[in-house]
């Protein structure tokens, strides 16, 4: 790329980064917990709220329901954590669950894992970015209005962001979640304070409505399908948790250490936020409905249309802080900067997981390399692509985005589970040391009792979600295993193929003869070059080679051949049908065909041109003559190119171009040279 077009890439994603600055973009547990978790702790923004809009079905009275919810999601959370924590110990590489059910599962079921990740990558996106949109819409109509065109947006920034490297983007989304977290807390306890000591009566703005209940008095199987129901839908405070395990060589050292803190830390915090919002909701009395227009009353009259709902937490804001005072706005400031800053998780996690799964083989090869800022720059762009596409299609609803959400991450909490399971059977049977067995043995009791509890909630999500969308989900999964799959066997057989064998097989033979031909339109420059060029490569036999289109044309070539006295011999192979491709194609095959053994080299002369437009005036017949050769085994193609004065002008240009600097793209001199310029000085 020119210096020119390398100035827009530059002011974007800055400079260029050197391969040994690797580990200066390893992260502190300071800056990794809003890197890798920003999605479970942002999950607390939707997450009770989706409880409720579930419960809302079977009318007010089964809201006090939503403790009991939490309390099973806070259960299932520390499960989560704790068995992931063994995992970072386990498998500090980096290949998180995809590594762990490779290993003790095998390739098939890593796959599973892996097809489900991806999957739930994308959709971390897409309903964070959704979510935020909505947020932010209930104070700016322009954004729900251009709701689509804004999410878009807002993932096109945030690529940018994540395509100038992990430490970098992950310091400016440190001070946006922390100031949410802090938010939260503050709300939490002044909402307490409020309301335990000084007895004070918080009400929500939904406080005095009623909601008309479209299933009325809901008792055996039904409720306690829609109390399954609103447990899957809170599950979603635990999408991302499992990015940390991925994302292990991302942390300073010590790795796994680091990661199971923060593991741990963040745990806590989504933990405490989560009930936290669920019971001030209670106290608050909010009312939340999934059709607001229609199911929630005021005075008997429902709201009609034109309502907004706002989400829960902004609701308990208002309760506790007052609406448009100073917290309740930047409260909700926050939040809606972290629902777009939780699509981070995803943007580690999935490019991440694409460079292992393309050092595997199960994706193209270019997901494995970095970019200019040492980040996988494919994987990211490839997450950015589908996560718009996903937004597109479903119009940057989170309500319908959510319905497709869980499936997967549930599908890879279990999955991995099951492979520590049996990760600790192995190492149990080989060892001796007593300490160190019943070190095992607690972390099989972990990881087992993880592996039944997430295998029962993947159960619960299935049979609640399936018809709501979930099907999607589970589409998009058996693709990426069917695409992958196919990518595998791909580049399995060329493998096979191109692989060197012990014994000598025909490609270490020597061709017997190797014979010339070279390609000849007119007698000009290009042509006398390529036939000394041939010349001069002692080939066993030197022919030239022309294709009779125009007879008159070919006439005086033969004559100027002649009067020229030119030692090859000229051969003309007749086209009735003035096609030049297929006679030559079809001479060299008969050549290979008589003498399987020889190996034919063909010339063909190329116009060396300046600009674009001359591409389009010339070597056309070359480039087609070129592409199907490339298909005859045993036959050689060589360029000879001849320039023409437009590209001593492009040369010239370039030269201009090298001489001037782009922003950001003058290098320093090597790390080792600078260090001793102190020292040099000071002797």
């Known amino acids: 790329m020119s210096k020119l077009t390398d100035v827009p890439k530059r002011i974007l994603i800055g400079r260029a980064l050197r391969s040994d600055k690797l580990g200066e973009t390893l992260l502190p547990k300071r800056i990794a917990l809003p890197v890798f978790a920003s999605d479970p702790l942002s999950s607390v923004a939707y997450a ?44 500090p590489s980096g290949g998180g669950d995809y590594e762990v059910a490779t290993t003790n599962l095998g390739p098939k079921a890593g796959l599973t894992v892996a097809s489900a990740l991806l999957v739930d990558y994308v959709l971390t996106v897409a309903v964070s970015i959704a979510s935020g949109i909505e947020n932010l819409g209930s104070a700016i109509p322009f954004v729900v209005e251009h709701k689509v065109a804004c999410a878009v947006g807002v993932i096109v920034l945030l690529t940018l962001m994540n395509l100038r490297g992990v430490k970098e983007s992950g310091s400016l989304f440190a001070i946006p979640t922390y100031v949410f977290v802090a938010g939260v807390f503050i709300m939490i306890i002044w909402g307490a304070y409020k309301g335990i000591v000084l007895d004070e009566t918080m009400k929500a703005p939904t406080a005095d409505f009623t909601i008309k209940a479209e299933h009325q008095g809901l008792a055996g199987f039904a409720l306690v399908f829609l109390l399954l129901r609103a447990f899957s839908s809170g599950c979603a405070a635990l999408t991302g948790v499992e990015a940390i395990s991925n994302g292990v060589p991302a942390f300073r050292k010590p790795k796994s250490k680091n990661a199971a803190t923060t593991l741990a830390l963040m745990g806590g915090l989504a933990v405490t936020m989560f009930c936290g919002i669920i019971f001030l909701a209670m106290a608050t009395d909010v009312r939340m409905a999934e059709n607001p227009g229609e199911d929630l009353l005021h005075n008997g009259v429902p709201l009609g249309a034109g309502y907004v709902q706002d989400p829960v937490i902004s609701q308990v804001a208002a309760a506790v802080f007052g609406d448009g005072t100073f917290f309740f706005v930047v409260l909700a400031a926050a939040t809606a900067l972290v629902l777009f800053l939780a699509a981070n998780t995803a943007y580690n996690g999935f490019p991440l997981l694409g460079s292992i799964l393309a ?38 609803d989170s309500t319908r985005l959510i319905q497709l959400y869980i499936v997967g991450v549930f599908v890879s909490f279990t999955l991995s589970q099951i492979g520590m399971v049996r990760h600790w059977n192995r190492h149990l049977a080989a060892e001796r040391d007593t300490a160190k067995r019943r070190h095992m043995i607690r972390s099989r009791a972990i990881n087992a009792f993880g592996a039944f509890f997430t295998g029962l909630v993947l159960v619960v999500v299935l049979a609640t979600k399936f018809t709501h969308g979930a099907w999607v989900a589970l589409l998009g999964m058996v693709i990426f295993y069917g695409t992958m799959t196919a990518i595998r066997r791909h580049y399995d057989s060329v493998a096979d193929e191109i692989a060197a064998a012990e014994e000598r097989p025909d490609e270490y033979v020597r061709p017997s003869r190797v014979r010339s031909l070279v390609l000849v339109s007119k007698l000009h420059k290009p042509t006398l070059r390529a036939l000394a060029y041939a010349k001069l490569l002692h080939a066993n036999e030197v022919e030239a080679l022309t294709v009779n289109v125009d007879p008159a044309e070919t006439k005086a070539l033969k004559e100027e051949w002649e009067r020229r006295g030119i030692n090859v011999p000229l051969k003309i192979l007749d086209s009735p049908y003035r096609e030049i491709t297929r006679p030559v194609i079809e001479y060299v095959k008969n050549i290979r065909r008589e003498s399987p053994r020889d190996a034919v080299s063909v010339y063909i002369p190329e116009y060396v041109v300046g600009h674009w437009y001359e591409h389009l005036l010339h070597n056309q017949s070359a480039l087609r003559l070129k592409g199907r050769l490339l298909f005859t085994p045993g036959v050689m193609v060589t360029s000879v190119p001849y320039q023409l004065q437009s590209s001593e002008a492009a040369k010239k240009r370039a030269r201009k171009r090298q001489e001037w600097n782009a922003p950001g793209s003058v290098r320093r001199g090597p790390v080792e040279k600078r260090q001793k310029e102190p020292a040099a000085k000071n002797n």
């Open 359 to 396: 050092q595997d083989r199960y994706l193209p090869r270019q997901l494995h390399t970095r970019g200019d800022r040492l980040a996988f720059s494919n994987g990211i762009v490839l997450l950015a692509g589908a996560a718009a596409l996903l937004v597109w299609v479903y119009g940057a």
């Open 48 to 91: 009770p709220g989706e409880v409720l809009l579930v419960l809302s079905v079977a009318g007010l009275s089964a809201y006090h329901f939503s403790p009991w919810i939490a309390l099973a999601v806070v259960v299932l959370m520390f499960t989560v954590v704790a068995s992931y924590r063994q995992n970072v110990h386990a498998y």
